[in-house]
């Protein structure tokens, strides 16, 4: 692939700078605003990584750790699994911004997002092997903080691949494939744990997938090196005071933080209690496969809206009236659950959330790259974004813990979840820059 700066022709498929009239690229290739589609294969590759670490991050949070906490204390479940939660959601807070942040400035033959997806699948099977030796509640906070580090240096590096690489007219079809990565994730991440019930097994299972499903990612990524005289120079105080995005400044960018921040908070809080909803509630006699079930009918219905959704806002070119819409439906789903606490109930509370669901993931995540403030800090950027995802992981344990221990039980979780998705449906509309 030719990197030359001026009248170079690049590859198809391959990245490409806006050019001025004389055909020279305006800055450098790994900084230029793609304008050359990408092949399915590199989507694909993508997808599989996402695929991968999500797959890790459902089955441990949703059974691996629940099963854990249960474990070491089972009178006080709820606070254990809370604790290790919260922690481990506060490292990925500060993670996810900060791995995007050196990748943007990464100078490697490889390009700047390689390296720091095999650090980061590095970190995350470490984590996976101190949580499968674990003797108490000390060292599985320590393993889980080191999943979540290793799982969100992936995260920042793979969702900065995407406005690195894809231009603006497919990302709503990327959206899509990489919401049915995450999703599938969830699904293959129920089948491991039905899979493997031991948690030893179950650990080291999740060591070998993160690493399997990261490889094709590895081996055709074509990222862009960014040369040693291109990268931008700053202090280590502009470094760290670059996390602080004024919403004033960009306040699409600050109106998309919080929509997205409320959504996955309601979605976090739906989800976070799921196997002692299905255990506590709704009595189901095996929850562990309920959950699965449940997940099943999740993922299914997310892999059809959000294979609709994605190319149908890259048709029309307007992206605000799907993220509304679609988070009206996820504040539905949290309704159902609150007042029809039944399996039943429950698996269409799931299906009603993946129709939402996908068609957010998808589109919302192709909003989100168009309101990024600079080229040079993409990687960051998508990291301070991240954060919208991060951080309800860390506030979901606090608030229903005492919601649904002393507040009005799973009834008020539920819709307190409901409450979340639809504002976070209402902020989406002052957003200017995207239609």
């Not at 000390?138 to 900065?160: D, F, I």
């Not at 231009?167 to 991440?189: D, E, H, K, S």
């Not at 931008?232 to 929509?259: K, M, N, Q, V």
Request: hydrophobic share 55%; net charge positive; charged share 15%.
């Amino acid at each position: 692939m030719s990197t030359s700066r001026s009248g170079s022709i690049p590859e198809a498929g391959d990245p490409a700078g806006v050019r001025d009239p004389h055909g020279r690229l305006d800055g450098p290739l790994a900084l230029a605003e793609p304008v050359e589609g990408v092949r399915p294969r590199w989507v694909l590759s993508v997808t599989l990584a996402t695929l991968g670490v999500n797959a890790v991050l459902f089955a441990c949070i949703k059974i691996y750790l629940a099963l854990q906490a249960q474990q070491f204390d089972a009178g006080q479940k709820e606070a254990v699994l809370a604790l290790v939660t919260g922690v481990g959601a506060a490292v990925s807070l500060v993670a996810n911004p900060v791995f995007g942040a050196v990748s943007d400035r990464t100078v490697s033959r490889f390009g700047r997002r390689v390296p720091w997806v095999v650090i980061g699948a590095g970190i995350a099977v470490v984590g996976l092997l101190v949580l499968a030796v674990s003797p108490g509640i000390g060292v599985m906070v320590v393993g889980w903080s080191l999943v979540q580090a290793g799982c969100n240096a992936m995260t920042a590096a793979l969702t900065a691949a995407v406005p690195d690489r894809v231009p603006r007219r497919q990302r709503g079809r990327v959206g899509g494939w990489i919401a049915l990565g995450t999703t599938t994730g969830i699904l293959l991440g129920m089948v491991i744990a039905n899979v493997a019930r031991d948690l030893l097994p179950g650990y080291l299972l999740c060591a070998a997938v993160i690493v399997v499903l990261a490889v094709p990612y590895l081996r055709g990524s074509r990222d862009v090196p960014l040369q040693r005289h291109e990268r931008p120079e700053a202090s280590t105080r502009e470094l760290l005071t670059g996390f602080w995005i004024s919403p004033r400044r960009h306040p699409d960018f600050g109106w998309a933080w919080i929509t997205r921040f409320l959504v996955f908070l309601g979605n976090s809080m739906f989800t976070l209690y799921l196997l002692y909803f299905l255990q506590d509630a709704v009595h189901h006699p095996d929850p562990t496969f309920g959950v699965l079930v449940l997940t099943g009918c999740y993922v299914a219905a997310v892999l059809v809206t959000a294979v609709i959704a994605g190319p149908a806002s890259d048709r029309i070119g307007r992206r605000k009236p799907f993220v509304i819409g679609a988070s009206l439906v996820i504040a539905a789903a949290s309704l159902i659950a609150a007042f029809v606490p039944t399996f039943s109930g429950a698996l269409v509370a799931a299906i009603v959330l993946g129709i939402g669901f996908g068609a957010y993931l998808a589109v919302d995540f192709a909003l989100l790259t168009e309101v990024l403030p600079a080229a040079a800090n993409r990687g960051r950027d998508m990291g301070v974004i991240n954060i919208a995802a991060s951080l309800p992981q860390v506030l979901a344990p606090v608030i229903a813990w005492p919601l649904v221990t002393s507040g009005g039980g799973f009834v008020a979780l539920f819709c307190c979840a409901a409450l979340a998705g639809l504002l976070g449906g209402v902020f989406v509309a002052p957003i200017r820059s995207v239609r």
